[in-house]
């Protein structure tokens, strides 16, 4: 494929950044799992696909094939319905790729349990195949700081490493979810979501969260709270959107701030009334915002007659989203 492609990477859930900063690594069916969609995923079914380790990953698809190609991946302990009410829309622009991650979804457990992030090793595939990056709730370290970042820094001094803390931390969960009905997504809306987050949003997080796979939190979550990927954010030559939801607690807007300096063509968007997941709690925001970013990255480097053909559906809303 020598097409250009705009990468979106979500960061979501339980206290963790998103599932590789750069979703870099495109994507054996897991057990099956009881989670109502909020709405259909794309509906071309391109899967399995290899990744780098050889995990077979869930990989859908929508959109015209031969146009410039949008790439979504979700962040930690989701899945590819958390672009649910997102991928309709820039699919009557772009071609939309969405996949579930390594031990997420759909996609199989990671080989040998290995869920160690592989976010700055093609920095070469900036520029030639990867036109822009939009990350949605991210940040390049200080993860501890995070919402559930804390409780496993509190829990570390007594249990003696991250790792430990994080078995800890899955067996809060586990008690958490299997506890009195509500409480789960009392907790999920306090940690996770802006004031207005609709209930059903709330629940399908929590669900998602139940049904993931205990390495992701055992194994996964310490991977990310100790990474830093301060000295590989300059290496992204590509124009960038930093995403954040303004009562994100997770990764707070001065997170963003700082991965927004630190990116040589950075950009940065306040979600209004969005916490840490604003694809699912203010889609139409996240909609926009991206929209007028892909356009401007991808369709530069569209064929001329495709641009022409474009450009009368989408140039009021390509101004308004990248402003």
Known sequence: MNRKTAAVSAGVVAGALAAGMIGSALVRRRHPRNVEPLGPPPP????PVDSFDSTELAVRAAGDPEAPVV???HGFSLDMSSWWAVWPELAKDFRVIALDLRSHGASGRAV???LSLRAEQRPELFGPRIAGVALIG?????L??????SVTELLRPRLGSLQAAARRVDGLRRAVLAGPTGLSGVVARVTQFGPNAPKDVVDHVVALAQSTASEVWTDG???LMEMDLRHAVPRVRVPAIVLVGEHDRVTPPAGAVALTGALPEGRLVVIPDAGHIPMLETPEAVVRELRGFARAVLMTSSPPARRRRRAPTGTKEGREGTA
């Not at 071309?44 to 899967?47: A, P, R, S, T």
């Not at 991210?138 to 200080?142: G, M």
């Not at 501890?144 to 970042?149: S, V």
């Open 71 to 73: 790439l979504l991946a």
């Open 144 to 149: 501890l700081r995070g919402a559930m970042g």
């Open 44 to 47: 071309e079914d391109l899967g």
């Open 112 to 114: 040998h349990g290995d």
């Open 138 to 142: 991210a940040a390049s370290s200080d």
């Open 221 to 223: 979550l310490p991977e």
